[in-house]
């Protein structure tokens, strides 16, 4: 299999399909703004970047003369403090239904051609997510709605991206949360989703319930609380016919279980990552009118999850040692095996696989990622490297 | 007084002084590397980076055909984890000065035209750092030595950029550093320099002592505990004759002191700064091999220091109060307020100057620094607007 593309978009009939000028097109691939599934992928196309109404991550299935869109997943807004968001971004509505937000990673599940295919939220077409997709999704749902996307988390411990034992799920499942239309990406209404879903006998995401915009955010934030005790990360606050935006708002737990993953590999991540997370904790602590024993706990809370795992890694690279994450996946076909060890090669994830071990009718296979950036940095500190200022 | 420049930099002349091509000084020009200082400082131009060998904030002085450089203090770089930062930076030396580094503003006094000038470290003239220079330094030292610079930092309560209580201080005192000759830069080696600063009556940094490199990183982690309890900043590591670079280790407490007020303003300060603060804390706890309880501590410490400025902040905003920093500076001069309230706006700097108050010879004047980014930003997430991710 080779890397060279011998599809090539046609850049007319794409101009035509987007209603972009073909000047635009020519200049989107030209800036890399649009790219390419590699091998057998290759008709399938990416926007990199948002462009005019297309969210990036968004794919652009060409086949002779016909065009098809599979849009990105539309990026949710976060709610820093609960009421005055809530109350403010759901304002021309009665109610709203909050649904959990699972931590794992972002997957896209269409059919092509006829194939159940699974895309990440870049837009690049996962082997590992696929073949999980084809097992657990099928095709009777495509064969009776080829026009429909499914849009959900993969989520469990068998995730090469985001590994997770909260869940109690046994490998990795997938939860959908959202069904939007190919090319327009009108989302079904809530409960129409849910329905569907479960006629099918898929997962789904929990929904805790429709609110009142008046009590939703006492309602959330005791969702929030009960849920991150869990570590469970956090709520999407959806308008019930899906017009509006939905909002995110998420745990503390689940926030500072992110930081210790950060800090774990503190030069890897950016500081944009760290950031955030710091800040959200502030508002949420001056929003819950937290007293001093509470605000006492959350300062050692968040001191310790920044400290700990940095701490532990500088440990381990001072003794000689090399930091690294390990993480696996379990196939029933070794082609994805490669396939997979390829797309991560492809995105410039550092990984070592393991030899496949076979377990009743699967393949599991360890894959150790590398931070390489904070292994040398540390490294480096430690034999007397200096930093800038 | 105009800001209008009728001063203009002679390049041929420039070039030749600098050994540069005067194509390289029209670019310098062009691309604004090289700046002007304003109204009456007209001929002193200022280098806004470092262009080969001229550090950023080097001055250079015009006048006629006669020209001068200030250098730029050269940037300190940081040791991590004191032992190895010191056996390897100064491996090919026997000895290390350790003096303490003082937290303040980083101030530039020379003698141009005659006339005692003081520059802060982007090599812009502050007014009132000049006026106190003139007073504290006076004309002695500079007609025996107009060719010396004396580099130190200007510490105490009225202080307007970095405003500190704990070194004794009455107003603002210059703590001399450094002594390097114009042009050339070449500093003065630590004990021929302490001695002149002694013969003319100035204040100098303190000097901890002199020690073998094999037990100065010892003897550093010491003196930080010590000084850290007084939340006194730091040390810079010096080879005694000044040939090589001088390296810098600072406190906890100083580095949370410095998060505390960062915090403050979370939206006006730069990630780095945090970023780079958090991970000091950690090599620190790791070559200090700290056990559970202290580690326990470092953890609080470090959380309270990012959460409770930063949750004060929130509470006031949502109390609809507005965030600012209170200030002071003490002038003989009432014609240096002027200048300064102009050197602040010109240097981008929101404040509110107060009435001067006549205290003794004196003019007391409060000035009110608002820091109108965190302001808003806090004040939009409580009207409900949302985090982009």
Not at 275 to 284: A, G, Y
Not at 345 to 357: N, Y
Request: aromatic share 12%; hydrophobic share 35%.
């Amino acid at each position: 299999m080779s890397d060279e593309s011998t599809i090539k978009l046609d850049i007319d009939g794409a101009a035509e399909f987007l209603n972009l000028p073909p000047s635009k097109i020519k200049k989107l691939l030209s800036k890399r703004r649009i790219l390419q599934n590699w091998g057998k992928y290759q008709h399938l196309f990416r926007f990199d970047k948002k462009v005019s109404k297309i969210d990036s991550g968004t794919v652009l299935y060409q086949n002779n003369e016909y065009f098809e869109l599979i849009r990105g997943f539309p990026k949710i807004k976060r709610a820093m403090a609960v009421e005055p968001a809530v109350k403010s971004h759901f304002s021309d509505i009665d109610t709203v239904a909050v649904e959990e937000k699972m931590n794992g990673y972002n997957v896209r599940v269409a059919s092509i051609d006829g194939n159940v295919t699974a895309f990440t939220r870049s837009g690049i077409v996962c082997p590992y997510s696929t073949e999980r997709a084809k097992y657990l999704i099928g095709h009777d749902f495509f064969n009776d709605y080829p026009e429909l996307v499914l849009y959900g988390e993969m989520v469990g411990p068998d995730n090469p991206y985001v590994p997770k034992n909260i869940y109690n799920i046994e490998s990795l499942d997938f939860f959908i949360f959202d069904i939007r239309y190919k090319n327009t990406g009108k989302p079904l209404p809530v409960h129409e989703r849910r329905k569907l879903i479960d006629k099918y006998g898929f997962r789904q995401v929990k929904l805790f319930g429709e609110y009142r915009i008046d009590n939703a955010p006492e309602k959330i934030i005791e969702i929030i609380k009960k849920i991150g005790k869990q570590e469970h990360e956090g709520v999407v606050i959806k308008d019930p016919h899906m017009q509006i935006n939905a909002i995110k708002y998420t745990s503390s737990e689940s926030n500072c279980a992110d930081l210790r993953e950060g800090f774990k590999f503190y030069n890897d991540f950016g500081r944009d990552y760290f950031f955030s997370r710091v800040i959200r904790e502030s508002f949420q602590s001056v929003e819950w009118g937290e007293n001093e024993e509470d605000f006492q706990k959350r300062c050692l809370q968040l001191g310790r999850s920044i400290l700990e795992p940095m701490s532990r890694t500088i440990k381990k690279v001072s003794e000689g040692k090399e930091i690294h994450e390990d993480v696996h996946i379990r196939v029933s076909e070794p082609e994805t095996i490669y396939e997979f060890e390829r797309h991560l090669k492809r995105m410039g994830i550092d990984a070592i696989f393991g030899t496949p071990q076979q377990t009743e009718n699967m393949y599991l296979v360890k894959i150790r990622k590398l931070n390489q950036s904070t292994n040398d940095k540390t490294k480096a500190i430690w034999n007397g490297s200096l930093w800038k200022s």
